[in-house]
């Protein structure tokens, strides 16, 4: 086998000598057990990694931890647990780790943020009624049956600030960002009463038309609020939605600091501009590409973008100030897609992974591509490389999945296997392309962040108990594990 820097899942790797070549470091994190979450990370300018996410007891900490003791449920409840902050070197060695929970049940954290200091921005869902908050908090209690939950450490893991957020219903779905040095949280509401401001956009709850679910989380609308860095202020905040089920897959900024939003609807209603390039809803649910004013006073432009089955736009890449790259999965057989694709045929039976170059100026797609194979496929994330390449991962259930002849791993072993590619300058050639897998693989939501060193930090939930960790901050077991790889891409 040729050598190549790619690392690209390796560490799923049987040849440990290889693995050995190829991946920096991975990592089995914590036991998750049931609790239902992600596990976002963020690499600060030394290149240390903060990772959150969810755990039952067991966590490895350190004697400088916040939370020393487990405080979340103990019973076998889907959604109980704490949530827990780590912070590992460049390398891989634990440098810090706590538990951040109460009495009741933290989960969905989603994404996490540093800010311009290295400060470190966790927030989660919570029902716990009883968590930390400091003394100039905006939100000192709790108000609904479960409210957002956002707590501050500086870099060297120091407690800083806290605060909830939300209104007197649901509030759930946590992510952060920061941009221009406020702090910006997504999230999906049931509240009625959320907190939004004077020239808000949308002021007014809109769920009408609720669909027929069971599932408390899936229902409401999109929150968008900025809060001062110190948690005490919230200065812009918006609720977003139409009639039905809306959700934020990923979230960016313009260059003025405009709100640039994708994900996917149910809502035939959901807010579109005069000049979208889809006006209406095609399928039972589709992508949105939505860009609102930095003070979330108005919608820039936003529209449909699908086909007639579920379309999800799950990442959106900023290529420069006229160009959005967007990557996602569809079931939409007729999605739109242009003469000079990679793959201009669906085959997925469940769903194919798509990329779409979306130009704001001609206001079309001037590129866009299926890429998939027969089962279910799902693209996460992309980014450009310093050679003007770009590097997509994603998961793959297609043993068809397009896999070149140079790949680490050319086979899909069981389950749901990550895949990682590398596409020319143009996205319309596949340079390198590899499963990753052990013999019982399922990735959930993976996490990546692509440095300036061209390393690839891929965090996530996972079922994989025989992938080579080269540390096991924790023991794998037949249920869900929080993992971290970190590869090197300099080669390609």
Same mark, same amino acid.
């Given at each position: 086998?040729?050598?190549?820097?790619?690392?690209?899942?390796?560490?799923?790797?049987?040849?440990?000598?290889?693995?050995?070549?190829?991946?920096?470091?991975?990592?089995?994190?914590?036991?998750?057990?049931?609790?239902?979450?992600?596990?976002?990370?963020?690499?600060?300018?030394?290149?240390?990694?903060?990772?959150?996410?969810?755990?039952?007891?067991?966590?490895?900490?350190?004697?400088?931890?916040?939370?020393?003791?487990?405080?979340?449920?103990?019973?076998?409840?889907?959604?109980?647990?704490?949530?827990?902050?780590?912070?590992?070197?460049?390398?891989?060695?634990?440098?810090?780790?706590?538990?951040?929970?109460?009495?009741?049940?933290?989960?969905?954290?989603?994404?996490?943020?540093?800010?311009?200091?290295?400060?470190?921005?966790?927030?989660?869902?919570?029902?716990?009624?009883?968590?930390?908050?400091?003394?100039?908090?905006?939100?000192?209690?709790?108000?609904?049956?479960?409210?957002?939950?956002?707590?501050?450490?500086?870099?060297?893991?120091?407690?800083?600030?806290?605060?909830?957020?939300?209104?007197?219903?649901?509030?759930?779905?946590?992510?952060?960002?920061?941009?221009?040095?406020?702090?910006?949280?997504?999230?999906?509401?049931?509240?009625?009463?959320?907190?939004?401001?004077?020239?808000?956009?949308?002021?007014?709850?809109?769920?009408?038309?609720?669909?027929?679910?069971?599932?408390?989380?899936?229902?409401?609308?999109?929150?968008?609020?900025?809060?001062?860095?110190?948690?005490?202020?919230?200065?812009?905040?918006?609720?977003?939605?139409?009639?039905?089920?809306?959700?934020?897959?990923?979230?960016?900024?313009?260059?003025?600091?405009?709100?640039?939003?994708?994900?996917?609807?149910?809502?035939?209603?959901?807010?579109?501009?005069?000049?979208?390039?889809? #006006?209406?809803?095609?399928?039972?649910?589709?992508?949105?590409?939505?860009?609102?004013?930095?003070?979330?006073?108005?919608?820039?432009?936003?529209?449909?973008?699908?086909?007639?089955?579920?379309?999800?736009?799950?990442?959106?890449?900023?290529?420069?100030?006229?160009?959005?790259?967007?990557?996602?999965?569809?079931?939409?057989?007729?999605?739109?897609?242009?003469?000079?694709?990679?793959?201009?045929?669906?085959?997925?039976?469940?769903?194919?992974?798509?990329?779409?170059?979306?130009?704001?100026?001609?206001?079309?797609?001037?590129?866009?591509?299926?890429?998939?194979?027969?089962?279910?496929?799902?693209?996460? &994330?992309?980014?450009?490389?310093?050679?003007?390449?770009?590097?997509?991962?994603?998961?793959?259930?297609? #043993?068809?999945?397009?896999?070149?002849?140079?790949?680490?791993?050319?086979?899909?072993?069981?389950?749901?296997?990550?895949?990682?590619?590398?596409?020319?300058?143009?996205?319309?050639?596949?340079? &390198?392309?590899?499963?990753?897998?052990?013999? #019982?693989?399922?990735?959930?939501?993976?996490?990546?962040?692509?440095?300036?060193?061209?390393?690839?930090?891929?965090?996530?939930?996972?079922?994989?108990?025989?992938?080579?960790?080269?540390?096991?901050?924790?023991?794998?077991?037949?249920?869900?594990?929080?993992?971290?790889?970190?590869?090197?891409?300099?080669?390609?």
């Amino acid at each position: 086998m040729k050598s190549y820097s790619i690392t690209a899942l390796l560490f799923f790797s049987i040849a440990s000598n290889i693995f050995a070549q190829k991946v920096d470091f991975s990592a089995y994190l914590a036991s998750s057990g049931g609790t239902h979450t992600s596990t976002p990370s963020v690499v600060d300018k030394e290149g240390n990694i903060f990772i959150a996410g969810g755990t039952r007891e067991g966590l490895k900490l350190t004697n400088d931890a916040f939370q020393k003791k487990y405080n979340g449920h103990t019973l076998d409840d889907w959604a109980g647990g704490d949530a827990f902050l780590m912070k590992l070197s460049p390398s891989g060695e634990l440098i810090y780790s706590t538990y951040i929970g109460g009495s009741g049940s933290e989960f969905y954290c989603l994404q996490m943020t540093l800010d311009d200091l290295g400060n470190v921005y966790v927030g989660f869902t919570t029902d716990s009624k009883d968590l930390p908050v400091s003394d100039n908090a905006f939100q000192k209690s709790i108000k609904g049956d479960n409210d957002h939950y956002i707590i501050k450490f500086s870099n060297d893991c120091k407690y800083i600030a806290s605060t909830y957020l939300g209104g007197s219903g649901g509030d759930h779905w946590t992510r952060l960002a920061v941009n221009k040095n406020n702090l910006y949280l997504i999230g999906k509401t049931k509240s009625q009463d959320y907190p939004t401001t004077k020239r808000a956009l949308q002021k007014e709850y809109d769920n009408s038309v609720p669909p027929d679910s069971s599932n408390r989380y899936i229902v409401g609308d999109i929150t968008i609020t900025s809060l001062s860095l110190n948690l005490d202020k919230v200065l812009y905040s918006t609720y977003l939605g139409g009639n039905s089920m809306d959700f934020i897959k990923s979230f960016a900024f313009g260059l003025n600091g405009e709100v640039i939003l994708a994900g996917q609807t149910y809502s035939e209603n959901f807010p579109v501009t005069k000049n979208a390039y889809q #006006k209406s809803k095609v399928g039972k649910e589709d992508g949105f590409l939505t860009i609102l004013s930095q003070k979330l006073s108005k919608i820039e432009y936003s529209s449909f973008i699908g086909g007639d089955s579920t379309d999800i736009v799950n990442y959106i890449y900023i290529e420069d100030a006229d160009n959005i790259i967007l990557v996602g999965e569809t079931k939409s057989p007729n999605f739109p897609i242009t003469s000079d694709a990679i793959s201009k045929q669906y085959i997925g039976g469940r769903a194919d992974g798509f990329i779409s170059r979306f130009n704001l100026k001609s206001n079309k797609l001037v590129y866009s591509t299926f890429i998939g194979g027969a089962r279910t496929d799902q693209l996460r &994330y992309i980014a450009k490389t310093e050679k003007q390449k770009y590097v997509l991962v994603g998961t793959s259930a297609s #043993k068809d999945f397009p896999i070149t002849n140079d790949a680490l791993d050319p086979s899909i072993d069981a389950g749901l296997d990550l895949v990682v590619l590398i596409l020319d300058n143009t996205l319309k050639t596949i340079e &390198y392309s590899t499963f990753g897998g052990g013999s #019982k693989q399922r990735i959930m939501d993976p996490i990546v962040n692509f440095t300036k060193e061209g390393k690839l930090i891929i965090t996530s939930m996972c079922v994989t108990p025989d992938f080579p960790a080269t540390f096991k901050n924790a023991e794998p077991d037949k249920s869900w594990t929080n993992c971290i790889w970190k590869f090197d891409l300099n080669g390609k």
